[in-house]
């Protein structure tokens, strides 16, 4: 599928869409945001107005369906992330959709299946996978920089901030029927998908999980062991209740170690009998940006150069089912 310019429909207008990717598919070359929905139309057509979005709907499948519309952007809670794919899949429109890429993993092979049977590609956007900071990572791994990875841990913990001490009326992200889960699926997502794309698939994965706060139904901690198919060992923690914030990712070789954070802006060091080096790299305005310029090469040139497609979000979602799966029992 080689187009001459990507003219985007965007189903959802929440909070994720007003900076870190709505702006993206109108400053990618190539690329233009034409049409918007939310099922509340005022918001829909207040997002239009304040983004220069041309057009603006109250329901999917007009969006979908529109003829000036050639590619599908799915912001929505997970929930509804298998549904839409199939009617944009149906409807012969390339797909890119939030992560996580759906409810579990049976639905992540649902959605696949419908994109391969209508010969769309199918995006998802862990955008990590196409930033500068995560790249040079894969780089110095490749490179051999610490030798052969050993193992690698992640330590992540927060505070449980008061907007998911509110039982009356918690936000989507802690409703497992919306969001998969609680925030690990929202945010632990991110690190493991990370960890395929540096390190490679998980084959074998163990995992505990539990709700310790009593704040919410979803699970608050999650702890687990992986093996990658590489051989190299992996082990996670990540805790919603904590009485700081932490957020470290320490990759071990044979021969030194690489540190680096998620989400925080903290350098990336190297340490080797050479000594300690530092990467820093300058937060990004529009964070989805680089991945959705590749995506729309992907679409105008027909190379495909997309490290996030459905097959390697459905493996992050495979791994975070196992490592919830005693919990959701």
Known sequence: MELAKVRWGMIGCGDVTEVKSG????????????????????LAEDYAKRHLVRKWYDGADALINDPEVDAIYIATPPSSHKEYTIKAAK?????YVEKPMALDFAECNEMIA??????????V???????????????????????????????????????LRNSQSPPWRIQPELSGGGLFFDLGCH???ILDFILGPIKDVQGFASNQAGYYRAEDIVTGTYQFESGVH??????????????????????GKIIFSTFGQSPVLLTT???????????????????VERIVADLTMGFSQVPSTGVTGARTTWVMDQLVKSFRS
């Not at 702006?23 to 005022?42: C, D, H, I, W, Y």
């Not at 419908?114 to 995006?123: F, T």
């Not at 992996?234 to 021969?255: H, K, L, M, R």
């Not at 300690?276 to 529009?286: M, N, R, S, V, Y």
């Open 91 to 95: 409807a012969g429109k390339p797909v």
């Open 191 to 193: 690190t493991l998908d």
């Open 273 to 291: 009998e050479r000594g300690t080096e530092k990467w820093d790299f300058p937060a990004l305005q529009h964070v989805h940006q680089p991945l």
């Open 234 to 255: 992996g082990v996670g923690s990540w805790c919603f209740s904590a009485y700081e914030d932490v957020d470290i990712n320490e990759i071990i070789g044979s021969t």
């Open 114 to 123: 419908a994109c391969k049977a209508a010969g769309v590609p199918l995006y």
């Open 23 to 42: 702006p993206a598919f109108q400053k990618a070359a190539n690329s233009e945001l034409v049409a918007v929905m939310r099922r509340t139309g005022k």
């Open 125 to 163: 956007a862990y955008y990590r996978r196409a930033q500068p900071k995560f790249i040079k990572i894969k780089e110095l791994l490749e490179s051999k920089e610490i030798g052969e990875v050993r193992f690698v841990s992640t330590t992540h913990y927060q505070k449980a901030v008061e907007d």
